[in-house]
């Protein structure tokens, strides 16, 4: 499709591609989009909080709604704007890294997309109906089962929705990798991103399985008066906390190991050498995501678990730290002695390094379970937690952008703009959250609305509210420079950066059908290989010939439609019965999409020789 | 396209190493159904429960065992993947199975 | 272009359910999928582990439970793992109409399963007394085997959606996959069962 053709192309047509596209490029952009959204809406609730704590006694806003800003903040960022925006990138480019046209499901691909968005927007549609939830993004029962009105209902519904469209392209990434790799694309020659990806998505299916039952637990004690955690008949609430966790500390690892392969494919390009102990980085991989199954309970070390466990929690916890160090030094390894290009990509990447490291310095200080009865729920560890998830996941995204945008849009991102939104944001970041690190060992607990003058904690709140908004000057710059380089960007080739994976083998952006033969790969980083070795250009594998695509479809769209229906359904039939039409409907809706996907044969269409033979490379 | 040429016919010899196959299944089964009846009669019978819940825990694990790699062919190649990714839910059902058991504080 | 996907014992591929790249994905698909579900299952099963006892009071597993029909519901379900190891037998030999019979037959135990299930619970809730709502134990019993249920009823009307589907059209390389990937969750859904009876049931009688 040439780019004049797509100008013309009414609004509404485009429209109505992107709702019923089943293209992996496609769906990456649209989690992009909508994780950017959320982003924005998770940052301006942040600056709310910190507004509210810029001064001891401030009533900025009232103490309830101080609440529902911590849970929805907490809650966005974490499932609504990083984890998404990840899997957005994942969808994007592993395909294009393995050499593969499309995932292997591109049918669940899409309808996980929506499952996303869709509880995204129930979560934010409480905010309008009575009132947001407000027992913490980490919802600890009995809390979150005597919170009054329907807020932790959202919480419960909207999660559950996003969840299953996450645990959804969990599947489909892994037998994308496991299955559609190119000739010659062995595991061990497989980039670093795109094992991450796969490690990923080994820990999202089994994460994700532990919050689906916490949130079932969750929602039949409130909507249909089970006993879970009602300690009057028995319950037990402790189970919420190991469900919780059981989910929430391998997502955290969810969240860093696509961070690590971003910077394992930028690193390596702007330093002009290869990764650094490229096994050793697989393997440590590996052996991050395994420890992450085995820590959960170093978050509840102050419940009171007993010794034992505590302690065999706080080992685990800081094994971690050795494989995280193993990466840590790769990198710099991979820097040293190369010809280092810096650019806003590689700023990014930069400060993610020591930033990073202070946040996995302070981890291991909170791992060792006798010194976290000081820690716990104090600012360090708001702290800790935001060194690791800003200054690793957020500067990993950041990075990425710069990065991949060329290849994604077309147009290279304008690198002033870039500078100034890094150093705006760098310097920001570390003045919100340093500080915080000797607010909270000063006392100061997380999650509370006010603090008192004169307590010592004034003048760092001010420098941390100072911060924020840095940080938010930072982000408006990215906004403008991209809206900037859709209008006037540069137009980006296929490999601007000199690259060396497959993705910048192919124009950017790609065809819709990405590679017109499969390529041939011969090693690790195999596009550096043919420029070093060859002529600069892929071998073929395969004779040029027609190719198989799937259909779109809008069935994905509207199976969440009915899902959507259903959770409003079960939010309010405990208010009044009628409301179980809509669970009623919406199931059948979503049911009928379901029976119509199977029943309808459906098997794709084929790209002729003629058509391929037409189109420009 | 591709399913047209890497095919075979059914022949005779496919068809007897299809019927070994089915004859491994069925005394699989019935493994599995002695297996069950040992386990209910155990717990019919009231021997002591020291002893009866370490023997039906290990009877289903190996009722489990033959189900997987019989039934669903996880024994036969072309499974590693599947086998890694049931094993690591395994894993992890095992620490579940423990934390439940032993560390939900009251 | 015409894609032959019928299946005639000419062109029978050794295993039609893994022939096509689609069949190849969906029989991955679905294995990492119930990796996933096993840890679902995990879940229920450390949560029923953990509030077993807290009766509050109401009935307790020794009050409820009995031998004889837990033990038909393992029997029936067991056979139709076996029936459906029969089908997919005679898909390999490329047999439609024994294979239909087969997974017939397995609907049918399912189906009888799921009466005696159904049959169960209203004993204990008429009987007993024992609900969803009576205690932590109560609570935890019912979400974990009915969550096993109902993979029992989604699987029963995937089975029959797939065998009305597909009634007259025969075994083809476009469906052989999608039959297969019923086995595998239908054995799976006996996996989780082996537990149920062993963990809830037999357990629970003995302690
Ligand atoms: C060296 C690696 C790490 C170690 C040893 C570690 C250790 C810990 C510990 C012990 C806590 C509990 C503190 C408390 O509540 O008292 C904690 C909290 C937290 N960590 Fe880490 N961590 C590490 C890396 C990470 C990473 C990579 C992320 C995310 C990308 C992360 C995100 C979080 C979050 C979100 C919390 C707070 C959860 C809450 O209570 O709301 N951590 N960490
Ligand atoms: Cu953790």
Redesign the interface.
């Known amino acids: 499709m040439s780019n004049a053709a797509t100008q013309k192309r009414a609004l509404s047509a485009v429209l109505w591609d992107y709702l019923t596209t089943v293209d992996h490029k496609k769906v990456g952009i649209l989690y992009l989009i909508g994780g950017g959204f959320f982003f924005l809406l998770g940052g301006l609730e942040a600056l709310i909080i910190r507004i509210q704590l810029i001064k001891p006694e401030n009533d900025f806003i009232s103490a309830g709604l101080y609440n529902e800003m911590i849970t929805m903040h907490g809650t966005t960022m974490i499932f609504l704007a990083a984890t998404p925006l990840l899997f957005g990138l994942m969808n994007y480019i592993m395909p294009l890294q393995i050499g593969a046209r499309d995932v292997a499901f591109p049918f669940l691909n899409a309808l996980g997309f929506w499952l996303f968005f869709s509880g995204g927007i129930l979560l934010n549609c409480s905010w309008f109906l009575g009132g947001a939830p407000d027992a913490g993004w980490t919802a600890y029962a009995p809390l979150s089962i005597q919170s009054p009105g329907h807020g932790t209902d959202f919480y419960v519904m909207g999660l559950q929705l996003s969840g299953a469209g996450t645990l959804m392209s969990g599947i489909n990434f892994l037998v994308t990798i496991v299955s559609m790799r190119a000739p010659g694309m062995t595991y061990m020659r497989m980039p670093l991103f795109t094992w991450t990806t796969f490690v990923t998505s080994v820990l999202t299916l089994f994460a994700f399985p532990a919050l689906t039952v916490g949130l079932f637990l969750l929602m039949f004690d409130r909507m249909f008066g089970s006993a879970f955690f009602d300690v009057a008949l028995g319950g037990n609430s402790v189970i919420w906390q190991h469900l919780f966790w059981i989910f929430g500390h391998p997502e955290v690892y969810i969240l860093i190991l696509p961070a690590f392969g971003v910077f394992s494919e930028i690193l390596p390009t702007f330093s002009k050498k290869r990764l650094f102990g490229y096994s050793a980085m697989v393997f440590a991989t590996f052996l991050i995501a395994f420890l992450g199954f085995m820590v959960w309970a170093h978050h509840m070390f102050t419940v009171g678990l007993g010794p034992v466990a505590n302690s065999i929690f706080a080992v685990a916890t800081m094994a971690i730290a050795v494989p995280t160090g193993i990466k840590i030094f790769n990198w710099l390894f991979t820097m040293w002695g190369g010809s280092i290009v810096i650019n806003s990509a590689m700023l990014w990447a930069l400060a993610f390094i020591p930033s990073f490291t202070i946040g996995g310095m302070t981890g291991v200080m909170l791992g060792s379970n006798v010194a976290d009865y000081q820690y716990h729920d104090s600012y360090f560890v708001v702290a800790h937690f935001h060194y690791v998830i800003v200054g690793g996941v957020v500067f990993a995204l950041l990075a990425a952008c710069h990065y991949w945008w060329p290849k994604m849009f077309g147009r290279i991102l304008h690198e002033g703009m870039g500078k100034l939104a890094f150093w705006t944001f760098f310097i920001g970041f570390h003045l919100t959250f340093f500080i915080q690190h000797f607010l909270g060992l000063m006392g100061m607990p997380r999650r509370y609305w006010v603090f008192l003058e004169n307590q010592g904690l004034d003048t760092g709140n001010l420098i941390s509210t100072i911060g924020a908004f840095f940080m938010t000057f930072g982000t408006l710059v990215f906004l403008v420079n991209i809206v900037y380089t859709a209008i006037k960007g540069e137009k980006a080739p296929a490999d601007p950066w000199d690259a060396r994976t497959l993705e910048w083998t192919i124009a950017s952006p790609p065809a819709f059908y990405n590679f017109k033969q499969l390529p041939l790969v011969r090693g690790l980083d195999p596009l550096w290989i043919e420029k070093t070795e060859g002529n600069g250009k892929m071998t073929p594998a395969e004779p040029l010939d027609e190719i198989h695509m799937p259909n779109g479809s809008i069935l994905p769209l509207i199976m969440t439609v009915g899902f959507f229906t259903a959770s409003f359904g079960f939010i309010y039939q405990t208010d009044h019965k009628a409301w179980l039409i809509a669970v009623y409907a919406g199931m059948a809706l979503a049911i009928g999409c379901m029976v119509i996907r199977s029943l309808k044969d459906d098997h794709g269409f084929h790209i002729s020789k003629e058509e391929l033979e037409r189109e420009a490379d | 396209m591709t399913e047209n040429t890497s095919t075979n016919k059914i022949n005779s010899f496919q068809k007897e190493k299809n019927k070994d196959e089915m004859r491994k299944q069925i005394i699989t089964f019935a493994l599995m159904i002695f297996f069950t009846m040992i386990a209910f009669f155990a717990v019919g019978m009231g021997i002591s429960s020291m002893f009866v819940i370490p023997l039906i825990l290990i009877l289903a694990i190996v009722q489990v065992g033959f189900q997987f790699y019989y039934f669903m062919h996880m024994k036969d190649k072309g499974h590693e993947f599947p086998a890694l990714l049931i094993f690591g839910g395994i894993w992890v059902t095992f620490l579940v199975g423990v934390t439940f058991v032993t560390i939900i504080w009251w | 272009?015409s894609?032959?996907?019928s299946l005639n014992?000419?062109?029978?591929?050794?295993d039609p359910a893994?022939?096509?790249?689609e069949g190849?994905?969906k029989f991955?698909?679905l294995?990492?999928?119930?990796?996933?579900?096993?840890?679902?299952?995990?879940?229920?099963?450390?949560?029923y582990?953990?509030?077993r006892n807290?009766?509050?009071g109401g009935p307790t597993s020794q009050d409820l439970f009995g031998?004889d029909l837990?033990?038909l519901m393992?029997?029936l379900l067991?056979?139709s793992?076996?029936t459906s190891?029969?089908a997919m037998?005679h898909m390999?030999?490329?047999d439609f109409k024994k294979m239909m019979l087969w997974l017939g037959i397995t609907a049918l135990l399912g189906f009888g399963f799921l009466a005696l299930e159904i049959y169960e619970f209203a004993h204990y809730i008429s009987d007993y007394g024992f609900t969803?709502?009576?205690?932590?134990?109560?609570?935890?019993f019912y979400?974990l085997v009915g969550f096993h249920g109902g993979h029992v009823v989604f699987g029963l009307s995937w089975l029959i959606?797939?065998m009305v589907?597909n009634a007259k059209r025969g075994l083809n390389?476009?469906n052989a996959p999608?039959f297969n990937t019923f086995a595998?969750y239908w054995?799976?859904i006996?996996?989780v069962w082996?537990?149920i009876?062993?963990?809830v049931y037999?357990?629970g009688?003995?302690?």
Do not use: I, Q
């Not at chain 3, 990492?32 to 995990?42: D, K, P």
């Not at chain 3, 969803?132 to 109560?138: C, L």
């Open positions: 272009m894609h032959d996907h014992p000419k062109t029978m591929p050794e893994k022939a096509t790249m190849k994905h991955l698909g294995w990492f999928f119930l990796g996933g579900e096993t840890v679902l299952f995990a879940c229920f099963f450390g949560t582990l953990a509030l807290s009766t509050a031998l837990v033990f393992t029997v067991l056979t793992s076996l190891v029969y037998y390999k030999n490329n969803f709502r009576s205690s932590a134990f109560g609570s935890a979400t959606a797939l589907r390389l476009y999608k595998l054995h799976f006996d996996v082996v537990f009876f062993t963990v037999l357990m009688m003995v302690s």
